[in-house]
């Protein structure tokens, strides 16, 4: 062996005679493999006492019906298969009718036998036609039905294949339609035009192709889906199945693990895929093993020949042997082996099961319980993998192959279409009865086809009312669409809410409120400055830093870094931050100033007011006397601005401060802390010159994946005194963590993909309407959806650098003393998880569009339209009013009450006060005379004028609207809403589509059928006095 398949070509496993038949006496400790042979082996028996008594019920059901209408006088012969759906109310128990026309002639009316087993949902029932004489090039077929078959009236016709038996042309027919009145368009009669190559779609082949060769050709799947007729029986599927699994076992047992005998293995890389050629090796040579037996076997089983059965029926023997060579010979038979080689095909199976499965029992013996166990996982798993895997992609690239390249071939042989040789042709003449017998059947033939005929007739009459069918399927269409709309629509707002709430957590306020309370205590009461150190000291510190079990144990290092709430993790350190303003910012008056000589005023809260210069301890100023000290760079005496805008400005109750200011540490344990405060406190670094202190810290509690930035924020007024403020912000950076984020992540890019679908569609419509499209509210509703929805993939992608980010400087700074701001990050989750939320608020609200069909839902959205000029005025005219009150409320009580301070407070009040709620006491109080009749005035004239002008206007509009009745395509599309919704609940017949005929049709119908029936009874007199003849003749004689 050379070099080269060295690397590569190994021995197969070998089995030491010598010594392994010695280990049966140990098999009860390696009776795995064993029991698993034996177990294939006992399934396979059970299973084939079932299968052939399915075999010989599917080979009594084969047989070719000969029509009914054939008369003895008529030698040229069709074959007509006619292919019913599968699903369930396929089938149909209908008389059927059908017209075949030719460039030469048609049959007329001719009438399919109906038996019991014909047209069966997933059918395939094949006819005998006799004509006069050729129709020539077969044009178009025309089928329908009596819709007389009770509760299984409907048919889905799938194909109609006719094969000329003289000349062996074949023409095929596709419908894949319903044939009823309460499916499909409502239509019972069908005209198909012959397939051409043009016509045959090669995706609809495929599809009709796969799964016939699902229920055929794989091994597995056709010995349930068998087709009925079929050479290759049940049974014998079954044992070939067995013999595949057989021989798999051997050949995966001689060179399971021969790799490792291999120092080297060569690795081939072809991209993604990579593979050693030794595996390469190991899977031709079991190929080469398996599949070569295999194929044979399954070979001879179709090869050899029926045995020819004796005709059953001795009538007409002749002319039936004369019509199955006609049969047979427009067959591709392959069948060409004698039929003792069937015999040969059982031996051959039955040694090669035995002799692979003798030897896989050797191999396991001789590599032990172990070895055999793992072994018998792997064949296991190989073997699910070749059912479930190799096969199906197998027939589906042999069916694509076929119905893409040969797709004339693929309609024919979509389905089993052959016939056995030792099948009979169904006689369609009574054999018995004599005379008498065959003049009543043509009487009962002829009243049927006259029956049928007048079925057509109909159907004629109803083609010419073309509008009204055409109308009738536009509402079907239209309830489809809306139907489609309906479901995808939701489908996608299910999408968007998981999207939405992806970033949120049912328990997530819970975390907000505990964490709130665990810094709240005293906070609110917050007036001096020696109350907020107190606060800082005593609550704060003690919030921040746990340093002890609630036994008493001391915490480890690690359990320290958690807040007092022991689930939430300290990222980083927490700081105060002071905003300041410069001294002497204002003046007093001049009239005043002698009374303050030696008082500075200072100025509340402005930009241009803000103190940024540095200072030494005790807010000295620097100077030439005191450049020499040294000063931290970060001390807490330093204005500090933040790097590249990572914060942002703080937003309090009395005003918005800058992103900048004088920042000092909290201390990184709480003994560290406690000395921080009180040297600031000592420092007096809070002072009359202090706008706002704010005290700011992150936490990560990982038990909910979230992470909460707090911000306790205390305005210490010039006015005095001291307002207090706190923000906690909660939200959540890591989305896609664990299996619900990956199901998270896959909604989201499901969501992408669904809306470039909605932005193609609308697209679409603005291209083909043009400036209509802008004239539909409910399409500017669409484009503030997509634009808003943009912003929101717009801000997802802001987002996900900027946490990225923060959190790259978290991992990067490991000094626990480092303050990092999550401001920035936290901003754009919140504004994110905003924009989705509007996206969801206007697709939700969408859904009204979708309700546009019920009669109330229209009579409200056209009155909204019709009074919208007048409700447009009239909120003109309450908005001039209500913000008059507004500012006299402002004006009056806002020096007074906080509700009124601002006019944004004052508007807010006065709705509440519009819904009932006020403090009548309060207001009294600021002034007696002017609080009530302010109130009273703006009560009578909001719910006594205003309310009652409103309530006017909606009655005036739904007085118009009286007489309002929706589009009459709006009531035929809920109409058939419903009734499909009470057809799929069982509460409507499926026969009240029947039921709608006028009296005059039910009449006519009756009086013809009486009519037939009269004829019938004549005929059937005329033939027993022609019997009655003949005998008496006899008699004479």
């Known amino acids: 062996m050379t070099a080269f398949g060295a690397g590569f070509v190994t021995a197969p496993n070998t089995i030491d005679l010598t010594t392994v038949f010695d280990k049966f006496s140990d098999i009860g400790n390696n009776a795995g493999v064993l029991a698993t042979v034996l177990t294939t082996l ?336 792997t064949f296991l798993m190989s073997f699910v993998q070749d059912v479930f895997v190799v096969e199906p992609v197998k027939i589906l690239a042999v069916s694509a192959l076929v119905s893409f390249v040969f797709k004339k071939s693929a309609v024919v042989s979509t389905r089993d279409d052959h016939v056995r040789q030792h099948v009979d042709v169904e006689d369609s003449s009574p054999s018995e009865g004599g005379l008498f017998a065959w003049i009543s059947h043509r009487a009962t033939m002829r009243v049927a086809k006259q029956q049928l005929q007048k079925v057509l007739w109909k159907h004629h009459q109803a083609d010419k009312s073309s509008r009204e069918q055409k109308k009738r399927e536009e509402t079907r269409k239209s309830t489809d669409n809306v139907i489609q709309e309906v479901i995808s629509f939701f489908l996608f707002v299910v999408i968007l809410l998981f999207v939405a709430n992806g970033g949120t957590n049912v328990y997530s306020h819970h975390a907000y409120n505990t964490i709130g309370g665990l810094f709240q205590t005293d906070f609110d009461q917050i007036q001096t400055a020696d109350d907020y150190w107190s606060w800082a000291r005593d609550v704060l510190v003690p919030g921040l830093f746990q340093e002890r079990h609630y036994n008493g144990d001391k915490l480890g290092w690690r359990r320290k870094r958690f807040i007092s709430d022991t689930a939430s993790y300290r990222i980083g350190a927490a700081r105060f931050k002071q905003i300041r303003v410069k001294r002497r910012s204002c003046g007093f008056h001049q009239r005043y100033t002698s009374l303050f000589l030696n008082q500075e005023c200072n100025s509340g809260n402005s930009f241009s007011d803000g103190e940024t210069r540095d200072f030494l301890p005790g807010w000295r100023l620097l100077s030439s006397s005191n450049l020499s000290e040294d000063v931290p760079e970060q001390s807490p005496w330093t204005y500090q601005i933040p790097d590249s805008g990572g914060e942002l400005p703080v937003m309090a109750d009395i005003a918005t401060y800058g992103s900048g200011g ?46 909460s930035t707090m911000s306790y924020t205390v305005e210490f007024l010039n006015m005095g005194g001291a307002v207090s403020s706190r923000s906690i912000r909660t939200y959540r950076f890591h989305r896609f963590v664990g299996p619900a984020g990956y199901i998270i992540l896959a909604l989201h890019i499901l969501y992408v993909a669904c809306f470039l679908y909605m932005l193609y569609r609308e697209a679409k419509m603005m291209k083909e309407q043009g400036k209509m499209y802008y004239q539909q509210p409910w399409n500017l509703l669409e484009i503030v959806n997509i634009l808003v929805s943009f912003s929101a993939f717009i801000v997802f992608a802001v987002d996900y650098i900027t946490s990225r980010r923060t959190l790259d400087k978290l991992f990067y700074h490991h000094d626990s003393s480092k303050f990092i701001s999550f401001d920035l990050a936290s901003f754009w989750n919140q504004a ?20 546009r069909f019920n009669p109330l839902m229209s009579v409200f959205m056209t009155s909204l339209r019709r009074m919208l000029p007048e409700v447009a005025a009239f909120a003109f005219y309450f908005t001039l009013l209500f913000m008059s009150f507004v500012q006299l409320g402002h004006l009056v009580f806002g020096l007074k009450i906080q509700e009124y301070s601002t006019i944004a407070a004052s508007g807010k009040s006065l709705f509440v006060c519009a819904l009932g709620t006020f403090n009548f006491d309060e207001i009294l109080s600021t002034s007696r005379i002017i609080g009530p009749m302010f109130l009273y005035a703006y009560l009578c004239i909001v719910f006594i004028i205003i309310i009652n002008i409103l309530v006017a206007i909606i009655n005036d509009a739904l007085v118009v609207m009286r007489g309002f009745t929706p589009p009459p395509e709006h009531r035929e599309i809920l109409d058939e809403l419903w009734r499909r919704l009470a057809n799929f609940i069982g509460l409507a017949n499926s026969a009240g589509r029947e039921d709608d005929m006028l009296a005059s049709e039910r009449l006519d119908d009756r009086l013809t059928r009486l009519d037939l029936l009269t004829r019938a009874m004549k005929e059937r007199q005329v033939a027993e006095n022609v019997m009655r003849k003949f005998y008496h003749g006899l008699h004479k004689k």
């Open 42 to 377: 006992t399934l396979y028996f059970v299973v084939v006492m079932f299968l052939r008594k399915f075999d010989k019920v599917g080979t009594k059901k084969l047989i070719v019906h000969s029509l009914p209408d054939n008369r003895s006088t008529d030698t040229y012969y069709y074959k007509m298969t006619v292919y019913t759906s599968h699903g369930r109310g396929s089938g149909t128990k209908s008389n059927v009718a059908f017209s075949l026309f030719g460039d030469k002639g048609s049959t007329g009316v001719r009438v399919f036998k109906q038996d019991p087993g014909t047209f069966q949902a997933g059918g395939v029932d094949i006819f005998l036609m006799a004509v006069e004489e050729s129709l020539g090039d077969l044009q178009r077929l025309q089928i329908w039905h009596d819709n007389q078959g009770g509760d299984d009236r409907a048919w889905k016709l799938d194909k109609v294949i006719v094969r000329d038996l003289q000349s062996g042309d074949t023409t095929s027919f596709l419908c894949s339609q319903w044939l009823s009145l309460d499916h499909g368009d409502g239509r019972t009669n069908r005209i198909l035009p012959a397939s051409t190559e043009q016509d045959l779609s090669s995706f609809h082949l495929f599809t009709t192709k796969a799964a016939g060769d699902f229920r055929n050709e794989h091994i597995w799947l056709s010995t349930l889906f068998c087709p009925r007729g079929s050479h290759f029986s049940r049974v014998q599927r079954l044992s070939c199945g067995l013999c595949i699994i057989y021989t798999t076992m051997i050949a995966n047992a001689m060179w399971y693990r021969t790799e490792d005998s291999l120092h080297q293995p060569t690795v081939v890389n072809l991209g993604i895929v990579s593979f050693t050629l030794h595996e390469l090796y190991v899977s031709t040579m079991t190929s080469l093993y398996v599949l070569p037996v295999n194929v044979l076997l399954i070979q001879l089983f179709k090869w050899y020949k029926e045995k020819k059965q004796p005709t059953k029926n001795p009538v007409h023997v002749a002319e039936k042997r004369n019509i199955r060579a006609l049969l047979l010979k427009t067959q591709s038979s392959s069948q060409f082996l004698p039929h003792g080689f069937v015999y040969v095909a059982w031996s051959v199976l039955v040694l090669i099961c035995g002799v692979s499965a003798f030897f896989t029992i050797l191999y396991s013996l001789e590599w032990g319980p172990e070895t055999a166990n793992a072994w018998l996982k």
């Open 832 to 851: 994110f998880v905003w924009t989705v939320a509007t996206v969801a608020f206007i697709n939700i609200l969408k859904f009204l569009r979708l309700l």
């Open 662 to 707: 004088y920042v000092a540490g909290v201390g990184r344990n709480k003994d560290a802390a406690l000395a921080d405060i009180a040297d600031l406190k000592e420092a007096d670094w809070i002072d009359r010159y202090t706008r706002a202190v704010v005290v700011e810290f992150t936490v990560y509690n990982a038990n909910i994946n979230f992470f």
